[in-house]
């Protein structure tokens, strides 16, 4: 009989509003349960743990005895105080967040895109202090995992590390029964292409914005809706907005708390899904947009080529002529966009959580095996 692997998991992405890290973790952690409920022996085995003094704690998550400030401060330099003990001495753990704690057992950290890696100016302190434990922990051998190829070959130039490895997710959950609820703003029968996603520095919507216009000024029916919490980018798209001429600013809807129902709507009835983004760990609502049935026009950066497949018009991510051409192309051609909801459909079915999750344990066997000779 097969040992069973013990396998403590960073669950902290779950406390807290829900970003695509958060969903990561959470469809990842249930196709890991779903494949111990399989497996004969029960494996992989889950200790779920938090980094947080604050988070209320689900069933069987343990705490760490560390506020997470003050642990990034301390393993960003040292390799102490080891977490075994409080984690139930597991064979590995597993830092799904870009942090893994010191550990006497094998140790992976979850690496989901370089963004902030490449670009340190960017970055929050808090941030910026992650990537020094990530950078610790790679040299003191911890393994990684990444959720693209592209995101692979990238840690392998930035670490000079070789145990790298891409573990793709499964598709965003999709239930084509869910409630879809109309947004308040904006004319609900009117053209237009959606945006969704925190607005931060990395999602490139000024370029976005500068393609609108351009499209705007040939289709006067068109809108463009902006769908996502503020971020760090707010400022330069709210300018950008700004300078655009009225009549097209006008047509520009801000929606900032989206709800599932409202989602579920956007992506429904959006006439093409523009994701520019600067660069991407994996890309979520690329595929969330092709369950929906709905065309995507994305740029070709990161993992994006990788994880849209054919069923996506690509181009340059600063390049708002050529983004406001495709777009314009999938706006004013129905047959562009059935052809690219047909393959779209087609691409989304190379992903899948059983594999994701079988995948994944194989590594955790492997890296507690290498850790035990």
Known sequence: M???????????????????????VAW?????????????????????????????LDRGERRLPLPAALAHRIWARHSIPRMDHWLGHPDVVHGTNYVVPPARAARVVTVHDCWFLDHPDAA???????????????????????????????VRELFDVRSVHTVHHGPPAHDPNAVRTAPALGDPDAPFVLSLGTVER????????????????????????????????????????????????RRVIRHVS???????????????????????GFGFPIL????????????????????????????????????????FWVITSEAKRDDLVRRGATNVTRFDWDRTAATLTRHYRAFADEEST
Not at 4 to 20: N, Q
Not at 225 to 240: L, M
Not at 266 to 278: E, G, K, M
């Open 2 to 24: 097969t040992p069973v692997t013990r396998v403590a998991i960073d669950v902290g992405a779950l406390h807290g509003p829900r970003t695509g890290v958060g969903n990561a």
């Open 28 to 56: 990842t952690v249930d196709a890991l349960r779903r494949a111990a409920l399989r497996s004969p022996e029960g494996d992989p085995m889950l200790t779920p743990y938090v980094l947080s003094t604050r988070a209320r």
């Open 124 to 154: 929050q302190p808090d941030v910026a202090l992650a990537g020094a434990v990530l950078a610790r922990s790679i040299a003191e051998g911890a393994h990684v995992v990444t959720c693209a190829d592209a995101t692979t070959e990238r």
């Open 202 to 249: 990395r999602k490139n919507i000024c370029t976005l914005v500068a393609a609108f216009a351009r499209v705007a000024a040939e289709d006067p029916t068109v809108q463009l809706r902006i769908a996502g919490r503020d971020g760090d980018d707010s400022p330069n798209v709210a300018r950008a907005l700004e300078r655009l001429h009225p009549a097209i600013r």
């Open 258 to 280: 989206v709800s599932e129902p409202v989602k579920r709507w956007l992506l429904d009835r959006a006439t093409v899904f523009a994701y520019p983004s600067l660069d991407e």
């Open 288 to 327: 969330e947009a092709q369950l929906a049935g709905t065309p995507v026009v994305a740029s070709s950066a990161g993992s994006i080529p990788e994880v849209a497949g054919s069923g996506a018009l690509l181009s340059l991510p600063l390049d708002a002529d050529a983004l406001a051409a495709n777009l």
